[in-house]
Antibody, heavy 120, light 108 residues
């Protein structure tokens, strides 16, 4: 059974750096074709794709957020970490991680999500 | 960047058929995936590769994709189908994941 779980601070202050960790089980990021993505959803709004890291360490970022995002993986710990710098109240959202297959590029399954609020 | 356009809302009576569209420039040349999201829950994949259903998804859910429009069809709609639905593609020209704006399905 594949599961993913997001963890990180529930509250960050404006200008701070957010660090989120996705801990997963049931698959390995060292397996060819496996990838993990981060997606966010502001309250009441649509899903927004943020970043993706592949089994071979290829990385992809949202064009609009590229300068603020860094994605990395620790294969031995089955974890993917996303950092987002210079947080702003508009970044308040539920942040999800999800497995993605390089071949098909669909997200399945998703973690439960973690709500991050940006406020002073 | 590639844009996916969905109607904000669709309403349907129980037992009828709901069709949710996802528009994009030559979307028929891309693989489209669909997600169902109920309030307070994470999205769940309901259709991948335009028309394939993951295990556990009822046969009432189907998909099609041609030209500039992809469509998620839900037959014999039930109250439990009420949710937000999102289409998604991977834009290989920019190496970006792209989601539509979402459609709220209301079961009357």
């Amino acid at each position: 059974q594949v599961t993913l779980r997001e963890s990180g601070p529930a509250l960050v202050k404006p200008t701070q750096t957010l660090t989120l960790t996705c801990t997963f089980s049931g698959f390995s990021l060292s397996t060819s074709g496996m990838c993990v993505s981060w997606i966010r959803q502001p309250p009441g709004k649509a899903l927004e794709w943020l970043a993706r890291i592949d089994w071979d360490d290829d990385k992809y970022y949202s064009t609009s957020l590229k300068t603020r995002l860094t994605i990395s993986k620790d294969t031995s710990k089955n974890q993917v970490v996303l950092t987002m710098t210079n947080m702003d109240p508009v970044d308040t959202a539920t942040y999800y991680c999800a497995r993605i297959f390089e071949m098909g590029n669909w997200f399945d399954p998703w973690g439960q999500g973690t709500l991050v609020t940006v406020s002073s | 960047s590639y844009v996916l356009t969905q109607p904000p809302s669709v309403s349907v009576a129980p037992g009828k058929t709901a069709r949710i569209t996802c528009g994009g420039n030559n979307i028929g040349s891309k693989s489209v995936h669909w997600y169902q999201q109920k309030p307070g829950q994470a999205p769940v994949l309901v259709i991948y590769y335009d028309s394939d259903r993951p295990s556990g998804i009822p046969e009432r859910f189907s998909g099609s994709n041609s030209g500039n429009t992809a469509t998620l069809t839900i037959s014999r709609v039930e109250a439990g189908d009420e949710a937000d639905y999102y289409c998604q593609v991977w834009d290989s020209s920019s190496d970006q994941g792209v989601f539509g704006g979402g459609t709220k399905l209301t079961v009357l």
